[in-house]
């Protein structure tokens, strides 16, 4: 049995377990990357929501005099809310 031939197929089985290593790691980079992306679309539209809620809000129940003041402060409060959490 000729040893280089023995060394040389470990070598080859090393470099084969680093190259699924490296593709368990970009899947993990991928599902981290689409974790943030769901994240941050789900409180792009929690923020829309409530927005769209103080504004039919506003108009319904103060008529619409008040409801450019309701809907600067619905845009406010909107954009504070994700802040502090």
């Given at each position: 049995?000729?040893?280089?031939?023995?060394?040389?197929?470990?070598?080859r089985?090393?470099?084969?377990?680093?190259?699924?290593?490296?593709?368990?790691?970009?899947i993990?980079?991928?599902?981290?990357?689409?974790?943030?992306?769901?994240?941050?679309?789900?409180?792009?539209?929690?923020?829309?929501?409530?927005?769209?809620?103080?504004?039919?809000?506003?108009v319904?129940?103060?008529?619409?005099?008040?409801?450019?003041?309701?809907?600067?402060?619905?845009?406010?409060?909107?954009?504070?809310?994700?802040?502090?959490?």
């Open positions: 049995m000729d040893l280089s031939n023995v060394v040389a197929h470990g070598h089985e090393r470099e084969q377990e680093v190259g699924k290593l490296k593709n368990v790691y970009a993990v980079d991928v599902c981290k990357l689409l974790v943030v992306v769901v994240v941050v679309v789900v409180v792009v539209v929690v923020v829309v929501v409530v927005v769209v809620v103080v504004v039919v809000v506003a319904v129940v103060m008529g619409g005099g008040l409801a450019a003041a309701a809907l600067v402060f619905g845009v406010v409060v909107a954009i504070k809310l994700p802040i502090h959490r």
